[in-house]
C-alpha cells in the first residue's frame, strides 16, 4: 500500500479576504484617480479654462459654408479625432463667412401648402453604385457619367444629370483601367474624360408652382444631419416680422409689423433657417434676402429646382430697401472669411466618426447644385481667424465639475480608507491579518500587574527549562568519568 500523502499547513496562512479585497480595491481606486486627473487634465481642465478666458461671445450668430476642402498636408483641421496627438489622415477644413441672425417672420392664412424636398447627395455613400475596372470583366458595359479613381469608378449618373458632353482623350476601361483617373462619359466601357468642369443637376422632384405667391426655402435637419434642401410654397394673405436687423450689430425683438401683403400682387422669395408650420400658419427664424418678383416669372403649372435656383439669383427687387427686414446676406456679414472649428480645441475625444458627421452636416460650399450649410456659430469679436461650432458655458462648467470632483472624491474616500485599515489592522504572530479596531482586549492598555506577572512567567519558564537541561547533562558526566 501506498503512502498516505501528508497534508501540510501553508506557509502563509489563508488571509481573511475582506481585509485583502479592501486593501486592493482602495489601491485599485487612487491609481485609477491619479491616472484620471493627469488625463482629465489634458481633456477638460485645460480647454475649460480656455473657454472661460478666451472672450467667445455666448450669443449665437449664423455661420455659412464658402469652401471646404480635403487637404493632404494637414497644418489645420476644423475637427479632430484625438486630441492628445496631432490630426492626420481625415482632415477636413471648413471656411465660412460668418453673420447677424436675419429677420424671425410669420406667414399667415396660407392655403395650397406644399413642401417639396430635394434630398442632399453624399457621394460616398454605399448607395451609389461602384465598378472596380481592375477586375477584367467588371466595366465591359459601362454607360454613363463616372468618377473614378486608379480604375475605380463610380455612377454618378445616378444621382445627377450632366449637361455638358466629354471632350477629353479615349480610355478603355476593360483595358487601359488604370487610365481611369477624373470625370468621364463612358458608353460601352469606351469613356471620354472630361476636360472641363462638370454641369450637373441633382434629381430632384419638380415644384408645383400652380396658384403660388410665397416661395420659402429653408434646410432640413434630423439628429444635426442636414437632409437636403426644402422649399414651401404657398397662397399666403400677408407676412409679419417679429424681429428687426440693424447689419452687421445685433438686432432686436419689435410688436408684430406687416411688411408683405398678397394685395401687392408680387411674389415673395426668401430663405429662411428653421420653419415651424401651425395650421395655416408658418414661422421661420434667420429669414435672409428678401426680394419680390412679378408673378409671371414663375414657370407653370411646374418647374425644377435648378429654374427655381436661377430665378432667386436673378431676383433683385428688394422687398425692403432699407434692410431692415429680411435683407441680404451680405449687409449683415461680421467677418468674410474664418476657419471653422468643432470647439475651441479644434477636435472630439469621443472616437465614434464625429468629425465624419461634423464635415458632412457643416461642409457643404455649394458645390454640386447644393445649397451651403448654414448653422449656428460663436466667435470673437477682435479676432476674424477663427468661428466654432459649439460652445456652452453652462455646460462646459458642469463638465468640469464631474471632471474635478469625482475623481478627487473617489481619491480621497480610499486614501482615507487606506489609512483606517492600516490603523485597525494588525498581524499577528501567525502572520495573519487581523481587523482590531472594534476588539477591546486588543486595544486596552496592560496594567503593571500584569506586566510584572507575564515577566514572572517568562522567568518561571527560563528557570525550569535551564533545571531540565542540566538533569539531562548530569547522567552524560557521570557516565565519562565512570
Known amino acids: 500500500m501506498g503512502k498516505k500523502k501528508e497534508i501540510k499547513e501553508p506557509v502563509i496562512p489563508v488571509q481573511d479576504k475582506r481585509i485583502c479585497g479592501g486593501i486592493c480595491l482602495c489601491q485599485f481606486t487612487i491609481v485609477i484617480s491619479c491616472v484620471s486627473l493627469v488625463y482629465?487634465?489634458?481633456?477638460?481642465?485645460?480647454?475649460?479654462?480656455?473657454?472661460?478666458?478666451?472672450?467667445?461671445?455666448?450669443?449665437?450668430?449664423?455661420?455659412?459654408?464658402?469652401?471646404?476642402v480635403m487637404a493632404k498636408n494637414c497644418d489645420w483641421a476644423s475637427c479632430g479625432e484625438w486630441c492628445l496627438t496631432k490630426t492626420s489622415g481625415f482632415c477636413p477644413q471648413i471656411q465660412v463667412t460668418t453673420r447677424r441672425n436675419g429677420t424671425t417672420i410669420t406667414l399667415e392664412n396660407c392655403t395650397e401648402l406644399r413642401n417639396f424636398?430635394?434630398?442632399?447627395?453624399?457621394?460616398?455613400?454605399?448607395?451609389?453604385?461602384?465598378?472596380?475596372?481592375?477586375?477584367?470583366?467588371?466595366?465591359?458595359?459601362?454607360?454613363?457619367?463616372?468618377?473614378?479613381?486608379?480604375?475605380?469608378?463610380?455612377?454618378?449618373?445616378?444621382?445627377?444629370?450632366?449637361?455638358?458632353?466629354?471632350?477629353?482623350?479615349?480610355?478603355?476601361?476593360?483595358?487601359?483601367?488604370?487610365?481611369?483617373?477624373?470625370?468621364?462619359?463612358?458608353?460601352?466601357?469606351?469613356?471620354?474624360?472630361?476636360?472641363?468642369?462638370?454641369?450637373?443637376?441633382?434629381?430632384?422632384?419638380?415644384?408645383?408652382?400652380?396658384?403660388?405667391?410665397?416661395?420659402?426655402?429653408?434646410?432640413?435637419?434630423?439628429?444635426?444631419?442636414?437632409?437636403?434642401?426644402?422649399?414651401?410654397?404657398?397662397?399666403?394673405?400677408?407676412?409679419?416680422?417679429?424681429?428687426?436687423?440693424?447689419?452687421?450689430?445685433?438686432?432686436?425683438?419689435?410688436?408684430?409689423?406687416?411688411?408683405?401683403?398678397?394685395?401687392?400682387?408680387?411674389?415673395?422669395?426668401?430663405?429662411?433657417?428653421v420653419v415651424v408650420t401651425n395650421e395655416l400658419n408658418i414661422t421661420a427664424t434667420d429669414c435672409i434676402n428678401g426680394t419680390v418678383i412679378e408673378p409671371n416669372k414663375i414657370p407653370t403649372p411646374q418647374t425644377n429646382f435648378t429654374t427655381f435656383w436661377k430665378i432667386v439669383e436673378n431676383s433683385t427687387t428688394q422687398l425692403d430697401p432699407t434692410n431692415r427686414y429680411l435683407p441680404p446676406q451680405n449687409t449683415l456679414t461680421i467677418f468674410n472669411y474664418s476657419r471653422l472649428y468643432i470647439n475651441l480645441e479644434g477636435c472630439v475625444n469621443t472616437l465614434r466618426g464625429e468629425c465624419e458627421e461634423f464635415s458632412k452636416s457643416h461642409g457643404n460650399d455649394g458645390d454640386n447644385s447644393t445649397s451651403q450649410s448654414r448653422f449656428i456659430c460663436y466667435y470673437r469679436k477682435d479676432d476674424p481667424s477663427m468661428v466654432v461650432a459649439r460652445f456652452d458655458l453652462n455646460r462646459t462648467w458642469m463638465e468640469l465639475m464631474i471632471a474635478i470632483f469625482v475623481p478627487s472624491t473617489l481619491f480621497i474616500i480610499s486614501f482615507i480608507t487606506l489609512l483606517i485599515i492600516g490603523f485597525s489592522v494588525q498581524v499577528g504572530d501567525d502572520t495573519r491579518m487581523r481587523c482590531v479596531l472594534f476588539n477591546k482586549k486588543a486595544k486596552r492598555k496592560k496594567t503593571q500587574e500584569e506586566i510584572n506577572a507575564e515577566i514572572d512567567l517568562v522567568m518561571d519558564g527560563i528557570i525550569e527549562r535551564t533545571n531540565a537541561m542540566a538533569d539531562q547533562d548530569s547522567p552524560t558526566t557521570a557516565n565519562t568519568a565512570t
Open 40 to 68: 482629465l487634465a489634458v481633456a477638460v481642465y485645460m480647454p475649460s479654462y480656455r473657454a472661460f478666458t478666451y472672450g467667445m461671445e455666448t450669443r449665437p450668430v449664423m455661420c455659412q459654408a464658402v469652401n471646404t
Open 117 to 273: 424636398s430635394c434630398p442632399m447627395v453624399d457621394v460616398t455613400t454605399t448607395l451609389i453604385r461602384k465598378y472596380n475596372c481592375n477586375n477584367d470583366t467588371s466595366c465591359t458595359n459601362l454607360t454613363g457619367v463616372f468618377s473614378c479613381r486608379k480604375g475605380h469608378c463610380k455612377d454618378w449618373s445616378s444621382m445627377f444629370l450632366c449637361h455638358n458632353h466629354a471632350d477629353g482623350i479615349l480610355v478603355d476601361s476593360s483595358r487601359d483601367n488604370l487610365k481611369l483617373n477624373g470625370f468621364f462619359e463612358c458608353k460601352h466601357s469606351k469613356c471620354l474624360k472630361y476636360k472641363t468642369d462638370l454641369i450637373c443637376d441633382r434629381y430632384c422632384v419638380r415644384i408645383n408652382t400652380t396658384d403660388a405667391n410665397v416661395f420659402l426655402e429653408y434646410h432640413e435637419y434630423k439628429d444635426g444631419k442636414e437632409l437636403g434642401n426644402n422649399l414651401f410654397v404657398g397662397n399666403c394673405e400677408r407676412a409679419i416680422a417679429h424681429t428687426i436687423v440693424d447689419g452687421s450689430e445685433e438686432g432686436r425683438k419689435i410688436p408684430p409689423k406687416v411688411i408683405w401683403t398678397k394685395t401687392s400682387n408680387k411674389t415673395l422669395l426668401t430663405t429662411c433657417h
